[in-house]
């Protein structure tokens, strides 16, 4: 995760523009990024934000 903003708010925004405009869905996002989703979702957690597959963002 060494490639993504650390603050919470950069992270959610960043990840929301990729899954918006690069990819399908969360597992896709971190397979081709080559981060754990566990971590990925528990630091956008901790900061308020969860995974909605519905709508392919963190709200």
């Not at 597992?27 to 956008?44: M, V, W, Y």
Request: some cysteine; glycine content about 6%.
């Amino acid at each position: 995760m060494e490639q993504l903003p650390h603050d919470p708010y950069m992270l959610m925004s960043v990840v929301n523009m990729k899954l918006r405009d690069q990819y399908s869905d969360l597992d896709d996002l971190c397979g081709s990024l080559g981060i754990s989703k566990e971590e990925l979702c528990a630091r956008l957690h901790a900061a308020g934000f969860d995974y909605d597959p519905v709508n392919n963002r963190f709200s």
